[in-house]
């Protein structure tokens, strides 16, 4: 397997124009990979646009030519054989260019919804083996907790053996469907420490059940902000990295800081009530933990820190610019001052 530490894309979830121009902008600077969230409701701006017609629209443009993946979709708004079908269309209009992104859900894509997700991980797990088993073309039988199926079938096949499917995990119970099941890894808010570590747990888990490790990619979901100097892009990027943080008090707490708030992100929705509560959780956060999970500052800044996780076995990063909205020169200047490291 191609061991070249390569990077990816986050595109916006709102503005079409938008979406296009950066997605063509991306693929020329050297991007590997380009990728869409799957939100029913945005962050901050309530706007979402849907990936899958996105990616649709993306795979057919003449002047795009990377992988194209969601980071992540979850179990709980499609069926099975709908997304099945779904990516056997688009691998076949990118001719095996989709990556399928999964994750477990968040309540705030699924609660205001009435959207059922209990047991999100138990679901998690039947959809996948569900996918794995109608993209071989063949009738499935399938009786599972939350899924039956009776001679189903999806054709064509993909073109790709089995497109792959890549998941976000942060927990043992995910950790361990990712070693199972997974093609590639993309956690999120991890310390170079505790991603070698979870790395380590993934590998375990894939020699237990009789896979090879470089069956797996190792991507990671990594907010950063790019600028003149590591002080100055400190003081912009400060607030939006604690805000981030404060979605997770268990994964900050793995970094060495507890936090105290009466929300969780499994239960996290976006109200102005929510948002109040999540800024107050923020201003709690000291600066040092930033240092362990963002990479920000100069161009030398950013290697620094990507070094650090490609030491530990990190090959593909998922970079969103997130942090500093309104930087427009991100591509061009990630492209001309980092890229050619490690290209």
């Not at 030398?300 to 909205?325: A, C, Q, R």
Request: proline share 7%; glycine share 6%.
């Amino acid at each position: 397997m191609d061991k070249k530490v390569k990077f990816g894309y986050v595109l916006p979830l709102h503005n079409p124009n938008t979406v296009i121009k950066l997605s063509i902008e991306a693929d020329g600077a050297g991007f590997d990979s380009i990728w869409m969230p799957d939100h029913l409701m945005g962050i901050g701006v309530p706007d979402s646009l849907d990936p899958w017609c996105i990616l649709s629209i993306l795979g057919t443009k003449k002047n795009i030519s990377t992988k194209l993946g969601t980071c992540v979709t979850n179990p709980h708004i499609r069926h099975p054989a709908s997304l099945a079908q779904t990516i056997v269309t688009l691998d076949s209009f990118t001719k095996g260019r989709i990556i399928l992104g999964l994750g477990a859900g968040a309540a705030m894509n699924l609660n205001p919804y009435g959207i059922d997700w209990k047991n999100p991980i138990s679901k998690l797990r039947e959809f996948i083996e569900i996918i794995k088993l109608l993209w071989k073309g063949r009738p499935v039988t399938y009786h599972g907790q939350f899924y039956n199926l009776n001679k189903a079938m999806i054709r064509p096949k993909p073109i790709q053996k089995y497109p792959p499917i890549w998941l976000a995990a942060n927990n043992m119970r995910t950790l361990q469907l990712t070693g199972e099941l997974a093609d590639g890894w993309i956690p999120v808010r991890l310390s170079p420490e505790l991603y070698s570590k979870n790395k380590k747990i993934i590998e375990e888990i894939m020699k237990k059940n009789g896979r090879k490790l470089d069956e797996m990619i190792y991507s990671n979901f990594l907010f950063l902000g790019l600028g003149k100097n590591r002080d100055e892009v400190f003081e912009k990027i400060k607030m939006p990295a604690k805000i981030i943080l404060s979605y997770s008090p268990e994964q900050t707490k793995r970094l060495g800081f507890e936090i105290t708030s009466d929300f969780s992100p499994s239960e996290f929705i976006p109200t102005p009530k929510n948002y109040q509560k999540l800024l107050e959780t923020a201003k709690k956060i000291p600066n040092e933990i930033l240092e362990k999970c963002f990479a920000f500052g100069s161009a030398e800044d950013i290697i620094e820190k990507i070094e650090e996780f490609v030491k530990v076995g990190n090959t593909h990063f998922i970079l969103s610019p997130e942090l500093m909205p309104g930087a427009r020169t991100f591509i061009t200047d990630f492209s001309e001052k980092v890229l050619p490291y490690f290209k």
